[in-house]
Nanobody, 124 residues
């Protein structure tokens, strides 16, 4: 079955950096997208970034553009989210998700499988 395992969360000071990893397994699709979403306490889960294996295109939420970078290691079936210049408002549980197809989007309903989440806390 499809499995997604996130890692790399933790506590970091404002202005610091973290790199999240999402290792995907259990599927044989030709093309798919992997997205990163986050959910802060009392808030809706929101899309942060996504990458398509169809053409390598990427997408970012306006709130993280210029600070976060998504990348993929095809050989390891792993997607990374490099987060820099972190702010307290980036504090949330971060989830990766995967959906079959050639799309690139931050729409939750397009993603079929989700990881368990990893906590990111930005605080001094």
């Amino acid at each position: 079955q499809v499995q997604l395992v996130e890692s790399g969360g933790g506590l970091v000071q404002p202005g610091g950096s973290l790199r999240l990893s999402c290792a995907a397994s259990g599927f044989t699709w030709d093309y798919y997208a992997i997205g990163w979403f986050r959910q802060a306490p009392g808030k809706e889960r929101e899309g942060v970034s996504a990458i398509s294996t169809h053409d390598g295109s990427t997408r970012y939420a306006d709130s993280v553009k210029g600070r976060f970078t998504i990348s993929r290691d095809a050989a390891k079936n792993t997607v990374y989210l490099q987060m820099s210049s972190l702010k307290p408002e980036d504090t949330a549980v971060y989830y990766c998700a995967i959906g079959e197809g050639t799309f690139i989007a931050l729409t939750r309903s397009l993603y079929d499988y989700w990881g368990q989440g990893t906590q990111v806390t930005v605080s001094s």
